[in-house]
Each structure stands twice: as C-alpha cells, then as structure tokens.
C-alpha cells in the first residue's frame, strides 16, 4: 500500500496520521540531535568562544519566543489535538539557522581551537544543507508555514551576525573576559 505522503507533492504538509519517511523523521528530532552535539562540543573543547556561541542561541531562542507570544499566529495544524502554540517565526528555523551562520563565519573568520582537527573548518559543507533540510521539514511536517519558516531563517542569521560581529570586535571586552575564564578553568582541571 502507498504512503499518502508520497501521493503529495513536496511543497504540501504531511497529512494527518500518514506515516513519516525515515529522513523527516530524522528531522522532526533534530533538537535533540543538535542539543546533544552541543554538548558535546562544550565538555570536549570547554572553550569559551562554544559556550559564547551557545549562549547567543538560547538569547535568540528566547527573543523567538518573545516575538512569538507578541505576534500571536497559531502553527497550521489548530486541530491536530495539540495545545494552540504559536508559529511565528520558526523557532526551530531560527535557532538552526543560527547556529548554521555563526559556525560558518566561525570558521571563515576564525582560528581553529586548539582542542579540534583542523578539518572542522568544513563543517560548514554538512550544517548548511542540513539546516536548509530542517527548515523545509518545518513546513513538510505541517508544523509552521512558508512566512513563519522565513521570518525564524531570517531572524537566526541576524541574530548570529550580530553575536559574532560582538565576539569579532571584542565589544566591551567579551572575547577577552571569555578566554581569561577560560584560561582560568583549564588551570583549575589541570591542563
């Protein structure tokens, strides 16, 4: 028997109660996947430009949540049975975009951190079409439209221009601050 999913094309939301290809499921769980990575990133290199960098994605994440309860704009699925939770702008399109921008001007800009292969600076080649592939899924999944997946890309690249012009300047000493802590921290485990 044929999924329904693949009788439809792929600008249109998963319907109801089909069942997911194994990529969107792949997808639909990516919070986890980059939380997880994340975390990893920070207990291997406890490099302070990492936990700046992740700090500027909560801040996004929050001034999405912000924006979204001031906005008001219901997800496209009301009656899915879910709670009403807002949808504009993508919070998932937002944060992954974020992290995509920043990681690449990170390693267009930036040295790489002694405690990393200096092959991490083609990172890039796989978080940009993986993140072009979250974003489609956002709107594939039924979770968000076409505008809202839009405003959340186009608020995480603001977002991470910004965070990363801040680290590059070294405004009002976060750069400095941040690598003095953690000079401090690696003194404090012995390394």
Known sequence: ????????????????GTELSL?????????IIVCALTTAAILHTRSAGVVY?????????????????????????KDSGRKVTYGMPSSHASACTF???YITMACLQLP????LPSS??????????W?????????????HTW????????????CASFWFKLWVDDAAGVKTTAWEVEAMVRLWLGQ
């Open 131 to 143: 993140t072009f592939m979250i974003v489609l899924s956002r709107v594939q999944l039924g979770h």
């Open 1 to 16: 028997m044929e999924r329904v999913s693949q009788l439809l094309p792929p600008s249109f939301p998963i319907a109801m």
């Open 53 to 77: 960098f992740v700090t500027g994605a909560v801040l996004c994440s929050a001034l999405v949540k912000s924006i979204k309860k001031a906005i008001r704009q219901e997800r496209p699925l």
């Open 120 to 129: 991490i600076m083609f990172v890039p080649v796989v978080i940009l079409p």
């Open 112 to 115: 790489v951190h002694p405690t």
């Open 147 to 158: 505008p809202q997946v839009a405003a959340g890309t186009a608020l995480g690249v603001c």
């Open 99 to 101: 992290f995509a921008a």
């Open 23 to 31: 990529w969107l499921k792949f997808l639909n769980q990516t919070s």
